[in-house]
Every structure is written in C-alpha cells, then in structure tokens.
C-alpha cells in the first residue's frame, strides 16, 4: 500500500512569488490534514479535510494560504503571494474514518521544504 | 486548549544505555498520545500510541512509553540504544472531541547515539 505522497520535496522561490503544494493521501482516508515546521519550532496544524469539506481551518495563518481538496482525494495547499515567513517544512498527513478503529493515527508524508527568498 | 511539552531538545546517549525522552501534556479532555520519529531526509513515523487502553504501550523498535495521569506524562523510554535510533522525537496529543482530530506537538528532542 502507497503511503502518503508529497509534491514537491522542495521548492525554492522569491518573496512574492506563488507555490503549489500537492498531497496524495493513502488510497480511501477520508481525513486529509496539513501541519507546517518553521525552523526550530514545534509541528503547528494548518486545516484538516474531511474528504472534500475543510472539517477545521482554524490554524490557517492568513488569507494567503488556499487549500482544496477537489474530489475528495489529493490536496494542494497554495500560498500567494509568498512571504519570508512561509518558509518551513510542510506535511501532509491522513487518516481513515474516524468511525473506524484505529482511525486516530494519522500517516504522514515526507513534507515539502518551502524556501522563500 | 491541549499542549505539550518535551523536555530536553537535544539528548546524547551512548549505545546500549538507555533511552528517556521526557513529554508532558497538558488537556481537558482524556487524550490520545502519541510518539513520532522522524529519520533525516524521511517523513513522520509513528512509534506508539496511547488510545486509553494499557498505560504502558509497546511500539516499534523496541520503544515503550507509559502513560501516567497523575503526572500527565508520556515518556518514551528504551532499554538499549542503536546507532540507528539517532533521529527526533515527537511527543504529541490528540483533540478526541467531535470529529476533529489534529495533532498537537512538542517541540521535538535530537537523539544522538554516541560509540
């Protein structure tokens, strides 16, 4: 079974510029969830999915920040314009049903280090 | 609001001593914990849970953590370090309540594992 998958693994961009973040989630979780980790501090949740409804955007830092999960399957988490700040390592997690057992571990994927300049 | 704290962002242990990492927890609800590992240049793993089962939880790679109410703790502890156990650690908790589900985390601990 394909764990969850991130697009890119880095990506490298000026101040001001766009960035698209992809997330393909284990095939059939429902839950989709985004975490960012700005250098040195804790893991912070951004939003979390419920296949295509956003359940939770409470951690979201501001109206640069767009996610959506069309489908109800993969999630792109845009940020436009880019400022210094954004710069971190953003995962992507998901997780079954939360009806189902064990549907409290959320996999993660191997993040996206976001740079900007 | 929950929280977390690990205690210790750095540890150095020689290998075959043992492993403590210390998490405390803060929540006003009855919380789901966990321990995550992250290996240089991987994703997030998860070593073990706490889900109000036993209170003391077995994980992968011979890791452990015991849960302790009445000092909200979650240590994770191993009996002998591997050089291959050198990575970070997190502690984290989870919001039970409703549907939501995210991941409050510590700030993460650097083991190094020393010959």
């Known amino acids: 079974e394909a764990g969850v998958t991130q697009f890119p693994s880095h990506s490298v961009i000026e101040k001001g510029q766009t960035v698209t973040l992809r997330c393909d989630p284990i095939s059939g979780h429902d839950n989709l969830y985004w975490y960012r980790r700005v250098m040195g501090k804790e893991i912070k949740f951004l939003l979390h999915f419920v296949k295509e409804s956003k359940q939770d955007e409470s951690g979201m830092p501001n109206n640069r920040f767009l996610a959506e999960r069309t489908g109800g399957t993969y999630s792109t988490l845009k940020v436009q314009p880019a400022e210094l700040e954004d710069s971190g390592v953003y995962f992507c997690a998901s997780s079954q049903d939360l009806r189902l057992a064990g549907a409290d571990t959320q996999y993660f994927g191997p993040g996206t280090r976001l740079t900007v300049l | 609001a929950q929280s977390v704290t690990q205690l210790g962002s750095h540890v150095s242990v020689s290998e075959g001593a043992l492993v403590l990492l210390r998490c405390n927890y803060s929540?006003?609800?009855?919380?789901?914990l966990f321990w995550y590992v992250q290996y240089p240049n991987q994703g997030l793993q998860l070593l073990l849970k706490y889900t109000s089962a036993a209170t003391l939880v077995k994980g992968i790679n011979g890791f452990e953590a015991e849960f302790k109410k009445s000092e909200t703790s979650f240590h994770l502890t191993k009996p002998s370090a591997h050089m291959s156990d050198a990575a970070e650690y997190f502690c984290a908790v989870s919001d039970r309540t409703g549907t939501a589900s995210k991941l409050t985390f510590g700030t993460g601990t650097r083991l190094q594992v020393t010959l």
């Open positions: 929540s006003s609800v009855p919380p789901y």
